[in-house]
């Protein structure tokens, strides 16, 4: 019973924290799917990612509101799929595979709709599922940023940029054997949109090899 409890009053703390965070009062006024669109749109605002004209791909894209924030920003010019392992509601410019990017399968489909075009830019606000348990966690979020980094070796194209979400301390030894291996230019940011409690970063990385 105490279990329930301790259940539902961290419910509703994290219901109250949400009802009076500003930014998800304005992702509901301006019909974006998650507050996460502010990260976005900041860091976008600030180091211009997105032009019309360019083929963008949003990895773990679900809810979507990275992916809404690009169409808009794009327009009609250019090409944006979005990809995730969970189903979700399709948005109107943008094109949707559900799989695991890491699977031959999935690329294959990617391959299919780009007509083996390379991206301009690879966005990944994904996150791994945590257990809590600090050294099981941190694997988890290496092999992450691995993968994505693995993806942008055959599918970004040479002075391409990625955009994708990392934390704190836990990916630092994979982003150093990648910058001498990769990438010419890194940059990691902290969003004003990122809450400030939390771990995590946002990686910029310019100019693939």
């Not at 329930?4 to 006024?29: E, F, H, I, M, T």
């Not at 399709?90 to 990017?101: H, N, Y």
């Not at 690329?107 to 606000?125: A, Q, W, Y």
Request: aromatic share 8%; charged share 30%; with cysteine.
């Amino acid at each position: 019973m105490a279990t329930g409890k301790k259940r539902k009053a961290k419910s509703r703390a994290w219901l109250d924290r949400q009802n009076r965070d500003p930014y998800v009062q304005k992702a509901r006024k301006s019909g974006y799917r998650a507050r996460a669109a502010y990260k976005l749109e900041e860091i976008d605002q600030k180091f211009r990612l997105i032009k019309p004209g360019q083929t963008v791909i949003d990895l773990g894209a679900a809810p979507g509101s990275w992916s809404q924030y690009a169409v808009r920003k794009m327009g009609d010019k250019g090409q944006l799929i979005m990809l995730d392992l969970l189903p979700f509601d399709e948005i109107e410019g943008a094109q949707l595979i559900q799989g695991d990017f890491t699977e031959p399968e999935t690329l294959s489909k990617i391959n299919s709709l780009t007509e083996g075009r390379l991206f301009d830019l690879v966005l990944s606000d994904m996150a791994p599922n945590i257990t809590g348990i600090a050294l099981q966690d941190q694997a988890r979020y290496e092999r992450l940023l691995e993968s994505v980094l693995t993806f942008c070796e055959t599918a970004l194209r040479p002075g391409g940029v990625l955009l994708t979400k990392f934390f704190e301390g836990e990916s630092a030894q994979v982003i150093r054997s990648t910058k001498k291996a990769r990438i010419n230019q890194f940059k990691t940011i902290k969003p004003d949109a990122s809450r400030t409690h939390s771990k995590e970063l946002y990686l910029l990385a310019l100019n693939r090899k």
